[in-house]
């Protein structure tokens, strides 16, 4: 299983950032892919997720500003972010797990370094 991650950068207070996750080996028993994000001196945290039945969930942090989707032909997970401010900047995984109870319970940040499968990251910094 592969989790590659692509679309961050520096962007100004406000702006908006797309990121990608390409992924390749995973199956039908994946029941929750996420992003989820670590900030300078913080602990890794769940942004969004959504589960197999597209059903989505944020922290209370983005919601309104950020946008989980997926595009199933493409076998790629996207974030739209949009009103970024500082507070965003941060190291932003994908992630996927075949227990959709796990998944969860790492958004609300219990276990998560029990999910089954990372990206290596792609750095958000959002600065003037």
């Known amino acids: 299983v592969q989790l590659v991650e692509s679309g961050g950068g520096l962007v100004q207070p406000g702006g908006s950032l797309r990121l990608s996750c390409q992924t390749s080996?995973?199956?039908?028993?994946?029941?929750?892919m996420g992003w989820f994000r670590q900030g300078p001196g913080k602990e890794r945290e769940g942004v969004a997720s959504?589960?197999?039945?597209?059903?989505?969930s944020y922290a209370d942090s983005v919601k309104g500003r950020f946008t989980i989707s997926q595009d199933k032909a493409k076998s790629t997970l996207y974030l739209q972010m949009n009103s970024l401010n500082p507070d965003d900047t941060a190291m932003y995984y994908c992630?996927?797990?075949?227990?959709?109870?796990?998944?969860?319970?790492?958004?609300?940040?219990?276990?998560?370094?029990?999910?089954?499968?990372w990206g290596q990251g792609t750095q958000v910094t959002v600065s003037s």
């Open positions: 992630a996927a797990d075949r227990s959709l109870y796990r998944c969860m319970t790492a958004m609300e940040g219990i276990g998560v370094g029990d999910i089954d499968f």
């Open positions: 080996g995973l199956t039908s028993r994946t029941e929750c």
């Open positions: 959504i589960d197999s039945d597209g059903t989505t």
